[in-house]
Protein backbone atom coordinates (compact mmCIF):
# COMPACT_ATOMS: atom_id res chain seq x y z
CA UNK A 1 0.00 0.00 0.00
CA UNK A 2 1.53 3.39 -1.18
CA UNK A 3 2.19 5.92 1.50
CA UNK A 4 1.97 9.98 1.35
CA UNK A 5 3.34 12.46 2.91
CA UNK A 6 1.74 15.63 3.97
CA UNK A 7 3.43 18.58 2.87
CA UNK A 8 3.50 22.65 4.64
CA UNK A 9 0.67 23.85 2.72
CA UNK A 10 -2.09 20.39 3.74
CA UNK A 11 -0.72 18.99 0.16
CA UNK A 12 -0.72 15.25 -1.24
CA UNK A 13 0.71 13.91 -3.85
CA UNK A 14 -1.54 10.84 -4.89
CA UNK A 15 0.90 7.69 -5.60
CA UNK A 16 0.93 7.15 -9.80
CA UNK A 17 -0.37 3.59 -9.65
CA UNK A 18 -3.92 5.19 -8.14
CA UNK A 19 -3.49 8.02 -9.65
CA UNK A 20 -3.36 5.82 -13.19
CA UNK A 21 -6.13 3.37 -11.71
CA UNK A 22 -8.51 6.18 -11.62
CA UNK A 23 -7.90 7.54 -14.52
CA UNK A 24 -7.28 10.87 -13.12
CA UNK A 25 -5.85 13.84 -14.87
CA UNK A 26 -3.97 16.71 -13.45
CA UNK A 27 -6.82 19.80 -12.60
CA UNK A 28 -9.34 16.82 -11.59
CA UNK A 29 -11.30 17.54 -8.17
CA UNK A 30 -11.79 15.25 -5.33
CA UNK A 31 -14.14 15.44 -2.44
CA UNK A 32 -12.03 14.87 0.90
CA UNK A 33 -14.23 13.03 3.12
CA UNK A 34 -12.73 12.09 7.09
CA UNK A 35 -14.77 8.92 7.74
CA UNK A 36 -13.47 7.07 11.50
CA UNK A 37 -10.38 8.43 11.48
CA UNK A 38 -9.28 8.08 7.60
CA UNK A 39 -9.70 10.56 4.42
CA UNK A 40 -11.05 8.78 1.96
CA UNK A 41 -10.73 11.17 -1.13
CA UNK A 42 -13.63 10.63 -4.30
CA UNK A 43 -12.86 11.56 -7.83
CA UNK A 44 -15.68 14.38 -8.50
CA UNK A 45 -16.82 15.32 -12.12
CA UNK A 46 -17.87 19.23 -11.47
CA UNK A 47 -20.10 20.89 -14.69
CA UNK A 48 -18.13 23.07 -16.86
CA UNK A 49 -19.57 26.31 -16.62
CA UNK A 50 -19.74 27.96 -20.51
CA UNK A 51 -21.03 31.29 -21.30
CA UNK A 52 -24.54 31.61 -22.05
CA UNK A 53 -25.50 32.04 -25.97
CA UNK A 54 -26.73 35.12 -27.16
CA UNK A 55 -30.23 35.42 -27.89
CA UNK A 56 -31.96 37.58 -29.89
CA UNK A 57 -34.99 39.60 -28.81
CA UNK A 58 -37.49 37.07 -30.57
CA UNK A 59 -35.40 34.28 -29.25
CA UNK A 60 -35.72 36.23 -25.84
CA UNK A 61 -39.56 35.82 -26.29
CA UNK A 62 -39.10 32.23 -27.62
CA UNK A 63 -37.64 31.15 -24.85
CA UNK A 64 -39.92 32.74 -21.98
CA UNK A 65 -42.89 31.06 -23.92
CA UNK A 66 -41.24 27.48 -23.53
CA UNK A 67 -40.20 27.95 -20.23
CA UNK A 68 -44.23 28.64 -19.30
CA UNK A 69 -45.08 25.92 -21.14
CA UNK A 70 -42.26 23.37 -19.52
CA UNK A 71 -43.49 24.53 -16.03
CA UNK A 72 -47.14 23.64 -17.18
CA UNK A 73 -46.52 19.94 -18.22
CA UNK A 74 -44.55 19.65 -15.24
CA UNK A 75 -47.68 20.83 -12.83
CA UNK A 76 -50.49 19.98 -15.25
CA UNK A 77 -49.58 17.75 -18.03
CA UNK A 78 -52.78 17.33 -18.61
CA UNK A 79 -54.00 20.73 -19.34
CA UNK A 80 -50.76 22.13 -20.90
CA UNK A 81 -49.70 22.01 -24.77
CA UNK A 82 -46.13 20.61 -26.06
CA UNK A 83 -43.27 22.86 -26.95
CA UNK A 84 -43.21 24.36 -30.89
CA UNK A 85 -40.29 23.50 -33.12
CA UNK A 86 -38.65 26.79 -32.29
CA UNK A 87 -39.18 26.39 -28.92
CA UNK A 88 -37.48 23.67 -28.86
CA UNK A 89 -34.98 24.95 -30.61
CA UNK A 90 -34.20 27.99 -28.20
CA UNK A 91 -34.97 25.67 -25.12
CA UNK A 92 -31.98 23.25 -26.42
CA UNK A 93 -29.83 26.60 -27.39
CA UNK A 94 -29.56 27.58 -23.84
CA UNK A 95 -29.48 24.10 -22.37
CA UNK A 96 -33.11 24.51 -20.79
CA UNK A 97 -33.85 20.56 -22.31
CA UNK A 98 -30.89 18.32 -23.80
CA UNK A 99 -31.35 17.87 -27.52
CA UNK A 100 -31.61 13.98 -27.11
CA UNK A 101 -34.91 14.63 -25.25
CA UNK A 102 -36.27 17.11 -27.77
CA UNK A 103 -39.09 14.38 -28.84
CA UNK A 104 -39.95 14.46 -25.85
CA UNK A 105 -41.61 17.92 -25.64
CA UNK A 106 -42.96 18.38 -28.89
CA UNK A 107 -47.06 18.37 -29.26
CA UNK A 108 -47.39 15.45 -31.02
CA UNK A 109 -45.74 13.27 -27.74
CA UNK A 110 -47.21 15.27 -25.10
CA UNK A 111 -50.53 14.44 -26.84
CA UNK A 112 -49.93 10.84 -26.21
CA UNK A 113 -48.72 11.90 -22.51
CA UNK A 114 -51.89 13.18 -22.04
CA UNK A 115 -53.82 10.52 -23.03
CA UNK A 116 -51.91 7.49 -21.31
CA UNK A 117 -52.36 10.16 -18.14
CA UNK A 118 -56.18 9.74 -18.78
CA UNK A 119 -56.34 6.70 -19.46
CA UNK A 120 -54.77 6.17 -15.86
CA UNK A 121 -56.87 8.76 -14.05
CA UNK A 122 -59.66 7.08 -15.80
CA UNK A 123 -58.80 3.31 -14.19
CA UNK A 124 -58.15 1.94 -17.89
CA UNK A 125 -54.80 1.09 -16.99
CA UNK A 126 -53.96 -2.10 -14.72
CA UNK A 127 -51.31 -1.86 -12.42
CA UNK A 128 -48.97 -5.10 -11.17
CA UNK A 129 -46.74 -5.41 -8.40
CA UNK A 130 -45.00 -8.75 -9.95
CA UNK A 131 -44.33 -10.38 -13.37
CA UNK A 132 -46.01 -13.34 -12.23
CA UNK A 133 -49.61 -11.28 -11.29
CA UNK A 134 -49.22 -9.66 -14.69
CA UNK A 135 -48.74 -13.16 -16.78
CA UNK A 136 -51.55 -14.43 -14.73
CA UNK A 137 -53.77 -11.78 -15.44
CA UNK A 138 -52.86 -12.29 -19.50
CA UNK A 139 -53.76 -15.68 -18.89
CA UNK A 140 -57.74 -15.26 -17.75
Given at each position: MPVVK???KHQVTI???VFDQLHLKPGDFLEAIAQQGRIIMVPKQLSVRVSAPSLTKKEQE??????????????DIL?????????????????LIGPDQAW???EEWQKGER??????KEGKVKEFSNVEDLIKDLHS
Open positions: IGPPKEILSQAKEKIKRIQKHSQGLTKEEIKVACKVGWWTEAKRDI
